[in-house]
Structures are given as structure tokens and as C-alpha cells.
Nanobody
Framework: QVQLVESGGGLVQAGGSLRLSCAAS????????MGWFRQAPGMDRDFVAA????????VYADSVKGRFAISRDNAKNTVYLQMNSLKPEDTAVYYC?????????????WGQGTQVTVSS
């Protein structure tokens, strides 16, 4: 079992930055791929970014490429999402997820989410 707890969300003006963190406990973190997803009101949950177990591979949704960066610190059991040049359309609940497999869709473990609101 893996427990995930996100933090770092909040209210920011357009053009600003936030860094989300996701702390993991339980199963060995360094063996897991990690992902970030987001869900805006009335919308489906969408893939944002993923990172493999070592941090050597990353992938991003086109909508955030060049603005967001995913990283991990296996010594701290934490994955991060650095979000720069934020836009109002980035407003959503952001979820951290973990799985054995590095992928863009199927994740077994999920956090409770953290709200990000970008004002125009």
C-alpha cells in the first residue's frame, strides 16, 4: 500500500509560479513511477506529467510543456511539480499518483488532491 499526500497548492496570479509536493509512504518509493494529474470543475481528470522511478525519464502534456517540470527526490520520498508561467486555465485540483509502471493513464495509488487557482 502507498499513501500519497499533496501540498503546495493555493491562489496565484497569472504569470506566477507554484511548486507542488507529494510525499509518499508505504511501499518503496524509489521503485515507483509517479504522475501528476489535474481536474477542473466539470471536466475529466487529465494527465499533466510523469516521471519514472529514477527520474531519468519524464513526459508532459502538451498544454504544460515548457512551463511545468516534474522531479523527484528518492531520499525524501517526494515528487515535485514546479509550475511556472501559470495561466487561468491551469486552475484545477492537482492529484499525485503512483504506480509500478511508467505511463500516462493507469495509476494504482492516488492522493487526495490540492487546489490550484490562477487568477487573471
Amino acid at each position: 500500500q502507498v499513501q500519497l499526500v499533496e501540498s503546495g497548492g493555493g491562489l496565484v496570479q497569472a504569470g506566477g509560479s507554484l511548486r507542488l509536493s507529494c510525499a509518499a509512504s508505504g511501499r518503496t518509493f524509489s521503485t515507483l513511477a509517479m504522475g501528476w494529474f489535474r481536474q477542473a470543475p466539470g471536466m475529466d481528470r487529465d494527465f499533466v506529467a510523469a516521471i519514472n522511478w529514477s527520474g531519468g525519464r519524464t513526459v508532459y502534456a502538451d498544454s504544460v510543456k515548457g512551463r511545468f517540470a516534474i522531479s523527484r527526490d528518492n531520499a525524501k520520498n517526494t515528487v515535485y511539480l514546479q509550475m511556472n508561467s501559470l495561466k487561468p486555465e491551469d486552475t484545477a485540483v492537482y492529484y499525485c499518483a503512483a504506480d509500478r509502471n511508467y505511463n500516462l493513464k493507469e495509476y494504482r495509488y492516488w492522493g487526495q488532491g490540492t487546489q490550484v487557482t490562477v487568477s487573471s
